[in-house]
């Protein structure tokens, strides 16, 4: 008997638990995920929003790990759910979201007042944030591949910081060979060549900066041009015959593993996200103001580029607080919370106006090198299975970088591959 | 069947019919359920509509589908037998009596304990190439580090061995159940007829356990085909897609939003793990052995 009051007391408990917290009045949901930081950022940012409003934002905790904020979004958004009513999302599942009608356009609320969008990234609006002349999203973040470099060691061997990769390739082999004497581990450069996204990232500004294009004019793809292939040819040397990147770049080199290669002081040069900035320059990093940072170099004779990337926020098809959401957009794109969007985690906001104000200049003096690089960032192929085609170039890439398949090889199979997924998906 | 009454066959119902019930809602529905999926078109940015088995066509013409097999395959091939030995091996050592019998089976089956996933990260915290241990040893060896990883042979014997050390305790404590239910008389006598270990191991030990070594090895070829887990924290699937199994490739796509071509996939993955299943079953004589 008293077995059957424990049970019973229990199972109260839980009802009332699960059942007990029926909302009163109708909350804001927003879906957030990521770093720690970046979650207090946005409770802080909510409670602002409550204080000036009144209208109550509930903060879906999501993960850290970017596919998994994504499955977390498409479930309830295949479902038709009211909730989340807001969500960040990545910068290449933007078209996905829009193509599959889950985006609801804000025309009807910016009424033809285009001023707003004036103090966006103007490439950035237009690359990501239209989808059939509305604007579907909002940026949030922004970042662009930059290169990081080590400049007390530029300066022990009077070197200039590289602008073509010709130079970059010269400076780093001698500064490596010298370099190696002390420690074994040092490399010229550390780059993105796991087999994941961040791969097409660095593939996309090698082959960039050399010219090339995945996507033609007319929207087709040209992924085995000679341009292209030079680009993933030069990957495949900067590790097999130059031999300046770690031979686990294709294995293991994601941006924590480069990122943290490069904070132990065991590589010259870096390709990663602005993100690794405030990390490089932590009181307990041992790289603490030895570090500078400068746009991606290029091909002789050809111009520098960095891959888009970045968060936008979206809000809901679904949503049955649509006027409390763009409420909220207004608030979070507003240039008071991008500012401190900037401040307090040093990260790069999505409006350009930022990037000029006197305070955040003093505090982060690399915001000027910044909006130059975002300002003619390249997007990725905006199309709705792009995640498809990524999966593809990733693994073709990966192969040929890895020396199991030719560069030429590998970028055809790739186009051919591409064409296949177009003719499924394209109808 | 005439010779039962019916309220004999009543309450035979009676029983079974719980059994049913979870069957059908936990795995009988599902898979009619994906089933039904994979013959739809069934994509976010897409019009739904009904393809029939146009998804199963595109499978069979999708050289990547097959590399997935063909690996997946190929690791229960490899890793299945070598859990098989290696469990049967610490299964007899454990079952001898030893004052610390206890603390080797808590030894020997700590990797079972442990979650997949952090299992794995540990793997790959082994096999890193600037500070992982195996290099270490590599490198004391060769002079120079190995790139665990890098290579499609590599990343698929670093893949087996992360997996025959996770779950060879699993094949040991099933073996370990078989052994101690051999009667120890068999033994004594056969010892008193002069043979030795080996002969007392084939022809006492191993029909015996004959039965509970077919229900470890199907466990493990079931759980083997469909891996997934290692490999996404690993390896995630590279190098340039060497070590994608059915499962991964299926689960890419429902990443992507394709519902209808991921069923189909699962769909797939089903079927070869049943058939491997019943083959077992029927090789077996699992039905006469039980009975």
Same mark, same amino acid.
């Given at each position: 008997m008293r077995r059957f009051y424990t049970f019973g007391v229990t199972f109260l408990v839980l009802f009332v638990l699960f059942f007990g917290c029926k909302r009163e009045k109708p909350i804001l949901t927003f879906a957030v995920g990521g770093a720690p930081s970046e979650v207090v950022y946005w409770e802080e940012l909510v409670k602002d929003f409550e204080g000036v409003t009144g209208i109550n934002v509930k903060v879906l905790r999501q993960p850290t790990d970017t596919d998994q904020r994504r499955q977390g979004l498409v479930i309830p958004l295949k479902g038709k759910q009211k909730d989340p009513d807001l969500f960040l999302m990545d910068v290449v599942w933007v078209s996905q979201f829009a193509a599959s009608g889950w985006l609801q356009p804000f025309d009807t609320y910016l009424a033809g007042d285009t001023t707003i969008l004036g103090a966006f990234f103007e490439g950035v609006i237009e690359q990501v944030d239209k989808y059939k002349g509305n604007i579907i999203s909002f940026p949030i973040y922004i970042d662009g591949g930059l290169l990081y470099y080590?400049?007390?060691?530029?300066?022990?061997?009077?070197?200039?910081? /590289?602008?073509?990769?010709?130079?970059?390739?010269?400076?780093?082999?001698?500064?490596?060979?010298?370099?190696?004497?002390?420690n074994s581990q040092f490399y010229g450069f550390?780059?993105?060549? #796991?087999?994941?996204?961040?791969?097409?990232?660095?593939?996309?500004?090698?082959?960039?900066?050399? $010219?090339?294009? @995945?996507?033609?004019? *007319?929207?087709?793809?040209? @992924?085995?041009?000679?341009?292209?292939t030079t680009a993933l040819k030069f990957m495949h040397d900067l590790i097999h015959s130059y031999a300046i990147s770690p031979p686990n770049t294709f294995t293991e080199m994601k941006e924590e593993e480069v990122r943290t290669s490069f904070q132990r002081g065991n590589a010259l040069f870096e390709r990663n996200w602005p993100y690794a900035w405030s990390l490089h320059q932590g009181e307990d990093s041992p790289i603490k103001d030895k570090v500078g940072i400068a746009p991606l170099p290029r091909f002789e004779g050809k111009e520098c %580029? *960095?891959?888009?990337?970045?968060?936008?926020?979206?809000?809901?098809?679904?949503?049955? @607080?649509?006027?409390?959401?763009?409420?909220?957009?207004?608030?979070?794109?507003?240039?008071?919370?991008?500012?401190?969007?900037?401040?307090?985690? &040093?990260?790069?906001?999505?409006?350009?106006?930022?990037?000029d104000d006197n305070e955040v200049r003093e505090a982060l003096p690399h915001f000027e090198i910044l909006k130059k690089i975002f300002k003619n960032a390249v997007a990725r192929p905006n199309l709705p299975y792009y995640s498809q085609v990524s999966e593809v170039i990733q693994r073709e890439l990966n192969a040929s970088i890895a020396g199991k398949l030719e560069p030429k090889e590998a970028l055809s199979n790739a186009q051919d591959r591409i064409v296949e997924i177009i003719q499924v998906y394209e109808q | 069947m005439n010779h039962y009454t019916y309220r004999e066959l009543r309450e035979a119902a009676g029983f079974i019919f719980p059994l049913l019930f979870f069957v059908s809602v936990f795995i009988l529905f599902p898979v009619l359920g994906s089933f039904w999926?994979?013959?739809?078109?069934? +994509?976010?940015?897409?019009?739904?509509? !009904?393809?029939?088995?146009?998804?199963?066509?595109?499978?069979?013409?999708? $050289?990547? !589908?097959?590399? %997935?097999?063909?690996?997946?395959l190929l690791f229960v091939l490899v890793s299945v037998p070598l859990e098989l030995v290696f469990g049967m091996i610490? %299964?007899?050592?454990l079952n001898e009596r030893s004052s610390i019998r206890w603390l080797l089976r808590t030894v020997v089956l700590l990797p079972w304990a442990i979650p997949v996933a952090i299992g794995a990260r540990v793997w790959q915290l082994i096999y890193n190439y600037d500070y992982g241990p195996m290099n270490f040893i590599a490198t004391?060896? +060769?002079?120079? /580090?190995?790139?665990?990883?890098?290579?499609?042979? &590599? #990343?698929?014997? *670093?893949?087996?061995?992360?997996?025959?050390?996770?779950?060879?305790?699993?094949?040991?404590?099933?073996?370990?159940? $078989?052994?101690?239910?051999?009667?120890?008389?068999?033994?004594?006598? %056969?010892?008193?007829?002069?043979?030795?270990?080996?002969?007392?191991?084939?022809?006492? +030990?191993?029909?015996?356990?004959? /039965?509970i070594i077919i229900v470890a090895l199907l466990f493990r070829t079931i759980d083997a085909i469909r891996i997934f887990d290692l490999i996404y924290v690993l390896t995630g699937g590279g190098p340039g897609g060497a070590t994608t199994s059915i499962s991964l490739y299926g689960y890419k796509y429902f990443l992507l939003g394709d519902f209808g071509y991921g069923s189909s996939v699962s769909i797939i993955l089903f079927l070869i793990a049943f058939g491997l299943a019943f083959l077992y079953i029927k090789l077996g004589k699992f039905r006469e052995a039980v009975l």
């Amino acid at each position: 008997m008293r077995r059957f009051y424990t049970f019973g007391v229990t199972f109260l408990v839980l009802f009332v638990l699960f059942f007990g917290c029926k909302r009163e009045k109708p909350i804001l949901t927003f879906a957030v995920g990521g770093a720690p930081s970046e979650v207090v950022y946005w409770e802080e940012l909510v409670k602002d929003f409550e204080g000036v409003t009144g209208i109550n934002v509930k903060v879906l905790r999501q993960p850290t790990d970017t596919d998994q904020r994504r499955q977390g979004l498409v479930i309830p958004l295949k479902g038709k759910q009211k909730d989340p009513d807001l969500f960040l999302m990545d910068v290449v599942w933007v078209s996905q979201f829009a193509a599959s009608g889950w985006l609801q356009p804000f025309d009807t609320y910016l009424a033809g007042d285009t001023t707003i969008l004036g103090a966006f990234f103007e490439g950035v609006i237009e690359q990501v944030d239209k989808y059939k002349g509305n604007i579907i999203s909002f940026p949030i973040y922004i970042d662009g591949g930059l290169l990081y470099y080590r400049k007390d060691i530029l300066e022990k061997y009077q070197l200039e910081v /590289p602008k073509t990769w010709e130079e970059l390739v010269k400076t780093a082999k001698l500064v490596q060979k010298q370099e190696r004497k002390e420690n074994s581990q040092f490399y010229g450069f550390v780059w993105q060549g #796991a087999q994941y996204e961040g791969l097409v990232c660095n593939f996309l500004e090698f082959l960039s900066s050399n $010219g090339g294009k @995945m996507v033609d004019e *007319s929207g087709n793809f040209t @992924m085995a041009t000679p341009e292209n292939t030079t680009a993933l040819k030069f990957m495949h040397d900067l590790i097999h015959s130059y031999a300046i990147s770690p031979p686990n770049t294709f294995t293991e080199m994601k941006e924590e593993e480069v990122r943290t290669s490069f904070q132990r002081g065991n590589a010259l040069f870096e390709r990663n996200w602005p993100y690794a900035w405030s990390l490089h320059q932590g009181e307990d990093s041992p790289i603490k103001d030895k570090v500078g940072i400068a746009p991606l170099p290029r091909f002789e004779g050809k111009e520098c %580029a *960095s891959t888009l990337g970045g968060w936008h926020i979206g809000l809901s098809r679904y949503s049955d @607080m649509k006027e409390e959401a763009w409420e909220f957009i207004k608030f979070v794109t507003s240039y008071e919370a991008q500012k401190k969007l900037a401040l307090n985690l &040093g990260w790069n906001p999505g409006r350009k106006d930022i990037y000029d104000d006197n305070e955040v200049r003093e505090a982060l003096p690399h915001f000027e090198i910044l909006k130059k690089i975002f300002k003619n960032a390249v997007a990725r192929p905006n199309l709705p299975y792009y995640s498809q085609v990524s999966e593809v170039i990733q693994r073709e890439l990966n192969a040929s970088i890895a020396g199991k398949l030719e560069p030429k090889e590998a970028l055809s199979n790739a186009q051919d591959r591409i064409v296949e997924i177009i003719q499924v998906y394209e109808q | 069947m005439n010779h039962y009454t019916y309220r004999e066959l009543r309450e035979a119902a009676g029983f079974i019919f719980p059994l049913l019930f979870f069957v059908s809602v936990f795995i009988l529905f599902p898979v009619l359920g994906s089933f039904w999926n994979s013959l739809w078109q069934d +994509t976010p940015f897409l019009t739904n509509k !009904f393809l029939a088995l146009s998804s199963y066509a595109r499978l069979f013409k999708d $050289g990547l !589908f097959w590399e %997935a097999t063909r690996f997946s395959l190929l690791f229960v091939l490899v890793s299945v037998p070598l859990e098989l030995v290696f469990g049967m091996i610490f %299964a007899i050592i454990l079952n001898e009596r030893s004052s610390i019998r206890w603390l080797l089976r808590t030894v020997v089956l700590l990797p079972w304990a442990i979650p997949v996933a952090i299992g794995a990260r540990v793997w790959q915290l082994i096999y890193n190439y600037d500070y992982g241990p195996m290099n270490f040893i590599a490198t004391k060896l +060769t002079g120079a /580090p190995v790139n665990w990883l890098g290579s499609s042979l &590599g #990343a698929f014997f *670093s893949l087996v061995l992360a997996d025959v050390w996770k779950t060879t305790p699993f094949v040991t404590i099933i073996l370990l159940a $078989g052994l101690q239910a051999v009667p120890e008389d068999l033994y004594k006598q %056969a010892k008193i007829d002069g043979t030795n270990f080996i002969q007392r191991f084939f022809r006492i +030990t191993l029909p015996i356990v004959k /039965p509970i070594i077919i229900v470890a090895l199907l466990f493990r070829t079931i759980d083997a085909i469909r891996i997934f887990d290692l490999i996404y924290v690993l390896t995630g699937g590279g190098p340039g897609g060497a070590t994608t199994s059915i499962s991964l490739y299926g689960y890419k796509y429902f990443l992507l939003g394709d519902f209808g071509y991921g069923s189909s996939v699962s769909i797939i993955l089903f079927l070869i793990a049943f058939g491997l299943a019943f083959l077992y079953i029927k090789l077996g004589k699992f039905r006469e052995a039980v009975l």
